[in-house]
């Protein structure tokens, strides 16, 4: 088990950016599977990036791409979230999730298949 602690949101302008973070408890975090999601008031919680365990692959959601960048820092314990060009419709609670992994080849986009989760962070964009 890993505990998260996300910082970085906030309040920003239409076009802004934010970088969020994720700092994980523990020894072995390189042997997680990273991943961001979002949740808007009465909404799911949708998917937002992944990456995999070395950092060496990332996957997007369609409505990030391009404009969001996930990455990782093995030796900090920590995953980032760079979010450029930002709209309003990105306004959310962010969370950071993890799940442990024995191939570097895997990363996940269903909520359902992660194991442990941050309590979030809240990023509100305004026109």
């Known amino acids: 088990q890993v505990q998260l602690v996300e910082s970085g949101g906030g309040l920003v302008q239409a076009g802004g950016s934010l970088r969020l973070s994720c700092a994980a408890s523990g020894r072995t975090f390189s042997s997680y599977v990273m991943g961001w999601f979002r949740q808007a008031p009465g909404k799911e919680r949708d998917f937002v990036a992944t990456?995999?365990?070395?950092?060496?692959?990332?996957h997007y959601a369609d409505s990030v791409k391009g404009r969001f960048t996930i990455s990782r820092d093995n030796a900090a314990n920590t995953v980032y979230l760079q979010m450029n060009s930002l709209k309003p419709d990105d306004t959310a609670v962010y969370y950071c999730?993890?799940?442990?992994?024995?191939?570097?080849?895997?990363?996940?986009?269903?909520?359902?298949?992660?194991?442990?989760w941050g309590q979030g962070t809240q990023v509100t964009v305004f026109s």
């Open positions: 999730a993890a799940r442990l992994s024995s191939s570097d080849r895997y990363h996940y986009i269903e909520a359902r298949l992660y194991t442990d």
């Open positions: 990456i995999t365990k070395s950092g060496g692959v990332t």
